[in-house]
């Protein structure tokens, strides 16, 4: 099998595959205006060539032609350059040509993947799409079921709904039909495991007792019918976590913060203590979130060890729904998935990585505990997973997939107006949140993932990329000398080894020891980074920022402003640590150029904004 | 990208080399909006050393083709445009806004 190509599935930083771009373009707008044309062609043109010469006509067209040339205009004078190896910040890089060209030939045929009437072609691209997300986040193909979603946002609030949902199920069996989970009390019911839960809903739906055990179930009753238990996520999680509980109604004070380790990881050992004292205090849990890939570092929660911990707590009476929120590193699995897409053992993994040259052997990537995390995803109920993150999708597609699509009844919804019930058509809007949402989009991941598998030798490629210069920018900066601007000197170092493919990096004058000054620093830094100073067309380098303080992250990241000489009083006097963040997407990095080439000239560009800082202060 | 200013009469010509693009249409864009800051509100862009101009250059010339307008008998002109420029401010749109003449000396006879 001839290895993808990576160099042709961009446009590339500058526009070096044009001619291809524009040469599709043209023909697929060419084609959908034929097709338009095509329609019942013997009825009459509904716009005249009087009609086009009237002067009221020429002047919309104009006013539309400057109203685009303004669009145009601001996008270049205020858009971040995405696709430059100069842009290291946030999770975004260049996209897909196929997904773009895919995305602007559909929204011409506007499909709405609300209901199929409105999306025959989109909706079932968007079935399709789901199962194989589902299969290739390692689910069985007959049992699963997944679709696009406007975000990763949306997605894991649809886990956190299907989570309440069936949680709050048995309850419902319980006063509706007893004798089917009869000697089981309130505590045995609310911690029924999922796949159990599940022969009750498909038991019910087989009797014709679903719609009357429903109609007692939380989703009908509200929150009456069922307090929500405890939703347990890591301290690294993403905020759409606090809406998600809002929204659904469990409340924020039923989210429970999980510490992190030294590698901001979800310190799994706490977790188990927590969940005993729940247990022992008879608080249900409703769902436990781990994350492939957090947003602000990368890391990898280890997946397996709460898998473990989930086998270990169900033996002892306590279950849980379990939700991975892999958004950001879920495309990340591809580099584990042969051909065939089984998962790579680990030599077949390190095998495969030196055979197709994808990674660079001495970085030592993957490690035994990011091995056993994505090896491990198949284990949970549901999972989310962002293609226009590491799938390199334009803006809006996030996704999610379910273990068992029986889920799926536990929230879905008739809206007669909408579909049809009876119809043999796939009811898409009936097990989503959201309503009206684009069909191109759909058509965008459903194209990408026409052309680039999701195996190594496919996504897996591409991934390899960002994943190998991350770990040598770690390496380079944990390694690198001093920099001396005359009268200063400043340290650079990375706060962990990355998980996959985002470096969060920090500088600190070397004797001093105020966090204050270190923080303004690198705020500054980043300043001369962002769109906050200057023109962003101009600047040399663009990166992103985060903040890790202790309300959030305990005393962790205490340990890497020791590495700096800051003492822990200045910690616990200051509590927060400002790093710069970046997320190593772009799969051009070092083409060619050599590393050393591209870090000489990072460093380089560090050293002038810091003579400038120090010149100001000055 | 290179620009020359030169009065003649009440006309501030403005000569303009090289691309005008997201990179220099910050610079002609503050280099006009100052001679508007000192009253001058007719102008002609001598553009015989322009090839390219993208959509920011275009938002630079229609804000100050607005602002020209403003004032009794102010306008902003274009002499020499080259042919690669012409076709963009057809397709734009823009020809049938600024009035595009041969050469400077037309331009400014036609204030």
């Given at each position: 099998m001839e290895k993808l190509n990576v160099d042709a599935l961009f446009l590339g930083?500058?526009?070096?595959?044009e001619l291809f771009f524009k040469e599709m373009l043209h023909y697929l707008i060419d084609d959908f205006m034929e097709w338009r044309k095509g329609y019942h062609s013997e009825d009459h043109p509904a716009i005249t060539a009087d009609d086009q010469i009237q002067t009221s006509f020429q002047q919309t067209l104009l006013d539309t032609r400057l109203a685009l040339v303004e669009l145009a205009g601001r996008l270049q004078d205020k858009s971040m350059p995405w696709f430059s190896t100069r842009y290291l910040g946030h999770m975004t890089t260049d996209t897909l040509m196929a997904a773009n060209l895919g995305y602007m030939l559909t929204l011409l045929y506007n499909p709405n993947n609300c209901a199929y009437e409105g999306s025959p072609v989109t909706t079932e691209m968007e079935l399709e799409v789901g199962k194989r997300l589902a299969v290739f986040l390692g689910y069985d193909p007959e049992r699963s079921w997944g679709h696009i979603a406007s975000g990763g946002t949306i997605a894991n609030y649809e886990g956190l709904w299907l989570a309440r949902n069936l949680k709050a199920f048995p309850l419902a069996v319980a006063e509706i039909e007893p004798d089917w989970v009869q000697g089981l009390d309130t505590w045995q019911l609310l911690n029924l495991p999922s796949e159990r839960i599940l022969d009750l809903v498909e038991k019910a739906i087989r009797s014709n007792r679903f719609a009357a055990i429903r109609s007692a179930s939380a989703g009908q009753k509200g929150l009456a019918a069922f307090k929500p238990g405890k939703v347990l996520v890591p301290q690294s999680k993403h905020y759409s976590w606090l809406k998600a509980v809002d929204i659904l109604g469990i409340g924020q004070e039923n989210l429970i913060f999980i510490p992190v380790t030294d590698e901001y990881r979800m310190d799994t050992g706490v977790l188990s203590r927590k969940l005993a004292e729940l247990q022992q205090q008879k608080e249900h849990v409703l769902a436990v979130v781990g994350i492939i890939g957090t947003t602000e570092e990368g890391a990898v929660d280890d997946i397996h060890r709460i898998v473990e911990i989930r086998k270990a707590f169900e033996q002892k009476g306590l279950s849980f729904y379990f939700h991975i929120d892999a958004a950001y590193g879920g495309f990340v699995r591809s580099l584990y998935l042969n051909t065939d897409f089984s998962f790579s053992s680990q030599t077949e993994l390190q095998q495969n990585l030196q055979n197709l040259n994808l990674m660079d052997a001495r970085l030592e990537y993957p490690s035994e505990e990011v091995y056993r995390a994505f090896a491990a995803m198949p284990e949970a109920d549901s999972i989310t997973i962002d293609p226009h993150k590491m799938g390199y999708?334009?803006?809006a597609t996030g996704a999610i997939a379910v273990k068992d699509k029986r889920i799926l009844d536990l929230i879905s919804f008739f809206a007669h107006y909408v579909f049809e019930k009876k119809e043999v058509h796939p009811l898409l809007g009936s097990y989503i949140m959201e309503g009206s949402k684009a069909g191109a989009t759909v058509a965008a991941v459903w194209t990408a993932l026409q052309v680039i598998p999701l195996h190594q030798r496919g996504y897996g490629q591409i991934v390899a990329r960002g994943i190998e210069k991350a770990l040598q920018l770690y390496h380079a900066l944990e390694n690198s000398h001093p920099i001396d601007t005359g009268q200063h000197r400043y340290i650079v170092r990375a706060l962990t080894k990355p998980d996959i493919n985002i470096v969060d990096f920090a500088f600190c004058e070397i004797g001093d020891t105020n966090l204050e000054h270190m923080n303004s620093l690198n705020q500054t830094l980043f300043e001369f980074f962002s769109y906050k100073t200057g023109r962003i067309y101009t600047n040399d380098f663009i990166t992103s920022k985060t903040s890790l303080d202790q309300e959030n992250y305990g005393d962790i990241p205490e340990h890497f402003t020791r590495r700096?000489?800051?003492?822990q009083s200045e910690w616990e006097r200051v509590g927060s640590v400002y790093v710069l963040r970046s997320?190593?997407?772009?799969?051009?990095?070092?083409s060619n150029q050599p590393f050393d080439e591209f870090f000489s000239r990072f460093m380089n560009i560090m050293k002038e904004k810091l003579s400038a800082i120090t010149q100001k202060n000055e | 990208m290179v620009i020359t200013t030169k009065t003649i009469g009440d006309v501030e010509v403005v000569a303009l080399g090289g691309r005008i693009d997201a990179v220099t249409s910050y610079d002609l864009d503050t280099h006009l909006k100052q001679l508007l800051a000192d009253g001058h509100t007719k102008m002609v862009a001598d553009m015989a050393g322009v090839h390219y101009i993208s959509s920011s250059g275009l938002r630079v010339l229609l804000g100050v083709y607005k602002e020209c307008q403003k004032v009794a008998q102010g306008e902003l002109k274009l002499a020499a445009v080259q042919p690669e420029v012409a076709q963009i401010l057809d397709v734009t749109g823009f020809s049938k806004l600024l009035k595009s003449y041969e050469t400077v000396e037309t331009a400014i006879e036609n204030f």
């Open positions: 930083p500058k526009s070096e595959n999708i334009p803006y700096f000489g800051i003492p997320c190593i997407m772009t799969p051009f990095l070092n | -």
